[in-house]
Nanobody, 125 residues
Framework: QVQLVESGGGSVQAGGSLRLSCATSGITYNIYQLGWFRQAPGKEREGVAVLYSPSRNTLYADSVKGRFTISQDNAKNTFYLQMNSLKSEDTAMYYC??????????????????WGQGTQVTVSS
């Protein structure tokens, strides 16, 4: 059973930065994809970024490209989402998610099996 625990959310002013962490356990195979998603009130959950293992290839939503960076620390079994130049429209609950294969669209919630509980990011303008 894969378990994911997010942390690092908080309140920040526009233009600021935050780094979200996703601590993982129970990942037994090295072929998987780890995605970051977000959901604002009244909106659908949307894909923000994905990292593929073991290649470490990454993809980003157009809205965050150039501002957000997804990365992995194998030694700590932790994934990160570095968020720079934050905007008010980045305000949302952020989730990490795990898929034990490469099937499906990376930004589709249905492609993932395991989810964390989320961490809130609030950006004030």
């Amino acid at each position: 059973q894969v378990q994911l625990v997010e942390s690092g959310g908080g309140s920040v002013q526009a233009g600021g930065s935050l780094r979200l962490s996703c601590a993982t356990s129970g990942i037994t195979y090295n072929i998987y994809q780890l995605g970051w998603f977000r959901q604002a009130p009244g909106k659908e959950r949307e894909g923000v970024a994905v990292l593929y293992s073991p290649s470490r290839n990454t993809l980003y939503a157009d809205s965050v490209k150039g501002r957000f960076t997804i990365s992995q620390d194998n030694a700590k079994n932790t994934f990160y989402l570095q968020m720079n130049s934050l905007k008010s429209e980045d305000t949302a609950m952020y989730y990490c998610a795990h898929a034990a294969s490469y099937g499906g669209w990376w930004y589709d919630v249905k492609s993932y099996t395991y989810w964390g509980q989320g961490t809130q990011v609030t950006v004030s303008s």
